[in-house]
């Protein structure tokens, strides 16, 4: 019997990268699915790749992380299908980068409502619940190396995924008495589609510095498979700590 054995595992962003790969690792130890994401059809796809290989997948339901009521929704049409969570994915997520004599307000607000407000309303709406049934349970936070320290261009990025790990900080003591673990996920370079949709304020994509930046980053990057392996054993392991990189073998974790 693993962490993962019988349970249900909600995943926000499952359709691409992080997200996906995590399904297919959850599936793979024994858990059920409920996934969401705001690309409705690759969600779709992306359930039935994961029914044909023999998972269950309870819900493939679209939803948009900053909006609260849809989120709200996510959260009523679960329990009702499933009855209860007891493992929570925070993996949705974008990526905005630029310099603030460039970055307009918008970018600022639209990072801050899907990377911290996203991961904020899930918790808000599926926490309590999980609290309430007493069947303890696993919340995964995906931060990233970029709420470690600062990297250039990343300002919003930074301040949502510093943001996120704050809650987690706080969350860890908070919901062990419940027995609920907290996992914080700071996943260095990852090789997934999130690298070419980068949301950039005033530059230009064909940049040659910015593909040569882009092109180095990608060489120090792990796979999506290797990322999930990591944020599959720290849910088994109950580690808070999963960081994944390259350099350091892949993944390390701890208590800090
Ligand atoms: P990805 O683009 O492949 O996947 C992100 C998913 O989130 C997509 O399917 C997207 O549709 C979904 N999404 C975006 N906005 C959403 C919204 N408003 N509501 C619901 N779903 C939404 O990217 P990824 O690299 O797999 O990213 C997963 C997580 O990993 C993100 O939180 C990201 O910040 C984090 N991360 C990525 C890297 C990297 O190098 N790729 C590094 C560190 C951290």
């Known amino acids: 019997m693993t962490k993962f054995d ?4 909600l995943i926000t962003g499952a359709a691409s990268g992080l997200g996906r790969a995590t399904a297919f ?3 793979a130890k024994g858990a059920s699915l409920v996934l969401t994401d705001i690309t409705a059809d690759t969600l779709a796809t992306t359930a039935e790749e994961l029914r044909a290989a023999g998972a269950t997948v309870h819900l493939a339901h679209p939803a948009d992380v900053s909006d609260h009521s ?9 329990f009702e299908a499933v009855g209860h969570v007891d493992i929570v994915m ?5 990526a905005t980068w630029g310099t603030v004599d460039k970055l307009t307000h918008q970018q600022w607000r639209r990072t801050i409502d899907i990377n911290l407000m996203g991961p904020i309303h899930v918790i ?9 049934a007493r069947r303890g349970g696993h919340l995964v936070n995906v ?6 320290f600062g990297l250039p261009w990343h300002a919003p990025y930074s301040a949502t995924k510093f943001g996120l790990r704050g809650v987690s ?3 860890r003591f908070d919901l062990r008495r419940h027995k609920i673990g907290v996992s914080l996920v700071l996943p260095g370079a990852m090789a997934t589609p999130m690298v070419d949709s980068v949301d950039i304020a005033g530059v230009d994509r064909d940049n040659a510095a910015l593909r040569k930046a882009i092109g180095l980053f990608l060489r120090h990057a792990v796979t999506p498979e290797q990322a999930a392996d990591a944020v599959i054993r720290g849910v088994e392991r109950n580690r808070y700590w999963v960081y994944t990189s390259r350099d ?3 993944a390390h974790w701890g208590q800090r």
């Not at 849809?70 to 679960?78: E, N, P």
């Not at 931060?143 to 470690?148: D, E, I, M, P, Y």
């Open 25 to 27: 690792a959850a599936a």
């Open 143 to 148: 931060s990233s190396a970029a709420g470690l």
């Open 6 to 9: 019988g349970k249900t595992c």
């Open 248 to 250: 350091i073998h892949l």
């Open 90 to 94: 925070n993996v949705a997520g974008i």
């Open 124 to 132: 808000e709406e599926f926490l309590p619940p999980m609290i309430a």
């Open 70 to 78: 849809a989120v709200v929704g996510l959260a009523a049409h679960t």
């Open 169 to 171: 900080e706080v969350l």
